[in-house]
């Protein structure tokens, strides 16, 4: 069967330069790029504004429980061609790359309900194809018939200086000590979660960009699909 629209799957962990890749490549093949951790992050916000978390706790009930109130959906900014995501009908882009989003998220996504709820979500969102989508569990759970999936990977220390980097650039203050700290809590929450954990799915094609360019990861994954459209 010709399929022009593929999925594409791109797994990594944090900081690696998965969701660069993804928009680069849904750019370029004018697919629709989703970035699945911003809705982890998005429902750790709106767990953290209705006090859900309250001195580090989380209240997992509750979070479960406010569930159906939680209306996720990306909208794609004209300007910066990128889709933004929206809460319950508010742009939270900004707000869940805050710190204290990162330091609760990943124990947020390892709540079985909220992951249901999500990757349901995702699935619905990747029905036409013509889509790619960056996380932990898009060849394994989400997307496990994808076209393609990569997953991407860079030593902790580039991964720390790139994370450091875009905060200041931000304007966050934060020393680059805690922001490695926050990588190695994340990997080790995200690599050893009982729930969808993430793992390098054996048909996944890897890409160590520790000494690669943006433009030489683009190029690497564009060879690739490539290849696939072309075997269509
Ligand atoms: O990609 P990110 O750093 O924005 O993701 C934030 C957190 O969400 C990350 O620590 C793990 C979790 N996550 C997940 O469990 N599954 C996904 N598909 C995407 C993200």
Redo the contacts with the bound molecule.
Sequence with gaps: MLKDKLVIAIDGH??CGK?TLAKAIARKLDYVFI????M??AVTYYALKNKMIVNDLIQIEKIIKSLPKIDLEFKLNRITKTPEIFLNGKNIADDIRKPEIANF??QV?EIKEVRQKLVSEQQKMGTNGGIVM?????GSV?FPNADLKFFVTADIETRTTRRFEELQAKGVKISIQEVQANLLK?DQ??TTRIESPLVKVHDAITIDNSKLSREEQLTIALDYIDAIISQN
């Excluded at 970035?35 to 911003?38: L, N, T």
């Design positions: 944090s900081s969701s970035d699945s951790g911003a982890y992050r998220v990943s996504a960056d996380g932990r569990d898009i989400v994340r929450i995200d």
